[in-house]
């Protein structure tokens, strides 16, 4: 039989990166999709160590023209991972109209299109799967995130109703919420956070791994990972 095939949005790093290292080491094949191209690269070839071909897809995935020609790049697809995204911690009095537009857009509109594009691919698939990466702020409300949480809960609702249009069509669609997670994002946004909060991105990709292999007929509903040292 041959290799069944993820393709990751924000594979270059974090949650994707171990996305893809966790995906080819059970023999799956991966194609990577972000900006920058050096990142994809070296998770490719991180990916082919361990026994999983993949092919790179430099491309921002807010440039819409760019994601409609997304399933010309694609032949195959059993798990759409969209985990590409972009944090920011501002309050109300500090977002800009930019700043809303670029979290709205990379972190909600992107994954709808990206969706769109590869859905013809994923149905002829035999399991498919799409699985949004959310956020411990899907379910929350927490002071200046404001317009990422919006995002992340947006992205919940999304996931929501495609899963009940798409159920009939035996497409799997799941939101996994991660907690805060040990990943460039992380210690970029917080770069003092408590280490014990982490949730390892290895661990995610375990979650994200298991939903893609669940038997065809079995779906889940969204659900979160994080750390126990968070009291909720
Ligand atoms: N880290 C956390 O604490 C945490 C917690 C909960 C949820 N999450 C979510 O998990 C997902 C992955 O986050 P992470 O922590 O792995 O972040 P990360 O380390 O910053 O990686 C994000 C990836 O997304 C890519 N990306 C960002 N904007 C893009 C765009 N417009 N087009 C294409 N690719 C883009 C980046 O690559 P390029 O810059 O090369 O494009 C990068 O590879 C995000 O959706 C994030 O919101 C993170």
């Known amino acids: 039989m041959s290799r069944k095939t993820v393709v990751i949005t924000g594979g270059g790093q974090g949650i994707g990166r171990a996305a893809a290292l966790h995906f080819a080491q059970r023999g799956w094949n991966c194609v990577l999709i972000g900006r920058t191209a050096d990142k994809l690269e070296a998770t490719a070839a991180d990916a082919a160590d361990r026994g999983g071909a993949a092919h790179v897809i430099p491309m921002d995935v807010t440039d819409l023209d760019a994601v409609a020609t997304l399933a010309q790049h694609v032949p195959r697809a059993d798990c759409l991972i969209n985990s590409a995204g972009e944090s920011l911690i501002k309050p109300i009095s500090e977002t800009t109209p930019d700043d809303w537009e670029r979290i709205l857009n990379t972190n909600l509109r992107a994954p709808y299109f990206v969706i769109k594009a590869l859905l013809p691919v994923l149905m002829e698939s035999d399991n ?85 292999t669940l038997p065809h007929t079995i779906t889940t509903s969204e659900f979160l990972l994080q750390s126990t040292w968070f009291e909720s």
Do not use: C
């Open 128 to 212: 498919p799967s799409i699985l949004n990466v959310g956020s411990k702020t899907t379910f929350g409300g927490y002071p200046d995130v404001s317009a990422y949480t919006a995002s992340k809960a947006g992205l919940l609702g999304l996931t929501r109703a495609l899963a009940a249009e798409l159920r009939p069509h035996g497409v799997r669609v799941v939101l996994l919420a991660p907690g805060p997670a040990d990943t460039p994002m992380r210690w970029a946004a917080t770069p003092n956070f408590d280490p014990k909060l982490l949730v390892q991105p290895a661990t995610i990709a375990e979650a994200l791994y298991w939903l893609a």
